[in-house]
Each structure stands twice: as C-alpha cells, then as structure tokens.
C-alpha cells in the first residue's frame, strides 16, 4: 500500500467511533479545519502502525461538531465496526493553496539539497539544513562546508535557483553576509 504523497500535510488521526453509523472522531492537525473538512474532500489514509486498511482514499460525506468534538462521516462506510477498524489512522490531504503557491516551499523539500554560491559548476558551499519560517520572509539554514551555519533569506534576489530535481539551490549573497549571519 502506498501512503500519502511527499507534499500531502497531515490533517488528522481517526479516533474512536461515533454512533453506529460510521461517523468517527478525529484529532485535528489543521489551523482552517472549517475549510479542510468539507463535503467531498478526498483524504489519503495513513494505517497506524504499517497496518491494513480497507480504504487508501477517504471522501467527506459530512463534518459536524458535538461540544468540541469534531465528527466526521464517510461516503465509503456506514459502519460502526469499520469506523472502528481505522482508529489511529492519519488522514492526509494536499496543502492548501498549493495550486497557486508556487514559489513556496517545504522544509522536507530543501533539506539536504547543495549550495552553491553565484552559479551551480563552482564548488559546494554546504547544505541546507533547514527552513525557518516567518512572517515578512523565510530564512534558508546552511551548513557549510566548514561546519558552521549561515542564515540566508530566502528572496529571488539571494536565491535565484532552487532546483529541486537536481538537489541544488544556488545563492547570489551581498558581500558579508556569509560572515555576517554566521552562527
């Protein structure tokens, strides 16, 4: 069985059953869970613990709350016993905004890939190492070749190639702020 795709976020773990007709509750991992959990959103389903399941793929049928307790219902089953049977179970689905997000990135996307400084012939300057997110511009964290780390903003003019396919992302820095930004 496959799992989720690599960029599919998690959103939620199946917990026990609800009723007799199949709905379940779940533990939310969302920050929009009024826009993630709407009538026929598609859910990859992750088994707990490398198990079987009966479904790769989950289809909304219905959300609702009870207290705090989110509720949802499936178009693929209508039974307490195979609610039951998916407990644990995380639910992944693509990122929202995704189709028109394009120059966004992943820290499981970039770590790991090469840094090169002004084009990508030249000799490896380090690793990324990391994604630190923020609100006005993201930061690139490379380890260089030399064991120390540089914070790098992640804008065109400084990073003007991420090239994924490849494993590499070359930088373009002002003078200094290699030394600068050194940690």
Known sequence: MTGPNHRDVRVARIGKPH??????????FTDSPKTRFVKDA???VQPAHNDEVAFRQL???QARRKKSILLLKFVEFSDRNTAESLRN????A???GSASDEDSWYADELIGLSVFQDHAEGQILGQVSNLITGEAQDLL???LADGGEVLIPLVEEIVP???EENGIVVITPPPG???????
Not at 89 to 92: D, G
């Open 177 to 183: 702020l290699l030394e600068l930004n050194q940690e």
């Open 94 to 96: 693509e990122p929202e």
């Open 42 to 44: 598609v859910f990859t």
């Open 161 to 163: 190639k991420i090239d």
């Open 89 to 92: 179970c995380e639910l992944y």
């Open 141 to 143: 964290e490379v380890r």
């Open 59 to 61: 289809t909304l049928e």
């Open 19 to 28: 009723g007799i007709r199949g709905e379940v509750t779940v533990e939310v």
